[in-house]
């Protein structure tokens, strides 16, 4: 192996220079290896100026930054990729220009930190022949195969920080996993949770603030992940999609605070949004990133391709992209996480 190249494809999450980091130490120190930041996620192989040497130098200090020295296309799908042509948007197909572009740099290996997105088109471009290694990157936790992704831990960090006041009404990210509204509600002292995993009723909800009042206690925190929906119902969204942009969820804090104050419950509503992903990574996901990135370039050396690279029961492996692909990773309904959250008398807000 001599010329690795990594990629960070779709929106930041906290550890995502550090996993670059490792990779680069690891390449370079172990292996000897040439090393190819691309810039933009994808886009950078057709890019002009999207490819930059990477040096021992050019990673010192990043351990701590968020966001990534190498930029990401939150929509950087080659497969779909919207350009202006005779003055109209068309969505285009550049996905063997990328091919092109990652043989030009006769890579042996292209590192791609992504979430579900990001790895699937990686999967797709391993049938093109391009030597990928997936590293699971996203604040929502929600790949399969692995325990945990890097960039959760910060996001719970963050969130946990910021739970406190009367009733508060907190909508955290997470899209259709609940696992940043669960794992932060609990250790943020929540007293209700919704997420998506779990439909609620909103009558359920003003019970239990009201049955708190009742014994005197005024304040109530309500954790609440922005793919919650109540039984019956549906999502809330702020934004349509298309065959480019996924839909956005948002706003479901507010409409869970509106019912509340209808209710005769004086309520905040925060929604932390993008302040989940920026920021300083915690301890733990610098050392799960560094874990994550010097093990991918293992993984290269040994010349084992289309395999992500996970965390099982705290040692790190690798699985096949296709399996963690395969089942997006859900809270369970009658998991431990939540049986200790109901055991703490924690309300999902279903009874
Ligand atoms: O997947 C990470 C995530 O932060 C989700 O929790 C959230 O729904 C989504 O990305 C927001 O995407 P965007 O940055 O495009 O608004």
Redesign the pocket.
């Known amino acids: 192996m001599q010329r690795i190249g990594i990629l960070t494809g779709?929106?930041d999450?906290p550890g995502l220079n550090a996993v670059i980091r490792a990779a680069v130490k690891t390449a370079i120190n172990q292996f000897n290896c040439e090393v190819f930041g691309i810039r933009n996620g994808y886009d950078g192989f057709i890019e002009e100026n999207g490819i930059l040497r990477l040096g021992l130098e050019s990673v010192r200090g990043i351990l701590p930054r968020g966001g990534t020295i190498l930029g990401a296309a939150?929509?950087g799908n080659p497969y779909a990729r919207k350009v202006i042509r005779s003055g109209k948007e068309v969505t285009i197909d550049v996905s063997d220009e990328i091919v092109k572009g990652i043989k030009r740099l006769k890579l042996d290996a292209l590192l791609v930190l992504g979430?579900d997105g990001t790895l699937r088109i990686a999967h797709e471009l391993y049938q093109k022949g391009v030597p990928v290694i997936g590293v699971p990157k996203?604040?929502?936790n929600?790949i399969g195969g692995t325990d945990i992704t890097f960039g959760f831990d910060t996001a719970l960090s963050i969130a946990t920080a910021e739970a406190h006041h009367r009733v508060m009404v907190l909508e955290l990210?997470?899209?259709d996993a609940g696992f940043?509204a669960l794992h932060s509600g609990v250790a943020g002292g929540a007293d209700v949770i919704l997420i998506p995993e779990i439909p609620f009723k909103y009558e359920a909800v003003a019970a239990r603030v009201r049955g708190r009042v009742e014994h005197g206690t005024l304040f109530s925190i309500i954790a609440v992940s922005?793919?919650a929906k109540p039984a019956g119902g549906a999502q809330v969204f702020s934004r349509g999609g298309d065959e480019v942009?996924?839909p956005?969820?948002?706003g479901v804090g507010q409409v869970v605070g509106e019912y509340l104050e209808k209710a005769g419950f004086e309520t905040r509503v925060t929604v932390l949004?993008?302040l989940?992903?920026g920021g300083t990574p915690t301890a733990f996901d610098r050392w799960l990133a560094t874990r994550y990135g010097a093990a991918a370039v293992r993984v290269a050396a040994e010349g084992r391709f289309d395999r992500m690279v996970a965390l099982d029961s705290a040692k790190i492996i690798d699985i096949a992209l296709a399996d963690a692909l395969a089942v997006p990773k859900r809270v369970e309904p009658d998991g431990d996480a939540v049986l200790t959250a109901r055991g703490i008398g924690i309300s999902f807000g279903d009874e």
Do not use: F, K, P
Request: glycine share 28%; charged share 30%.
């Open positions: 779709g929106g999450a939150n929509r979430g996203t604040i929502d929600d990210m997470g899209r940043i922005e793919g942009y996924v956005r969820l948002g949004g993008h989940q992903r």
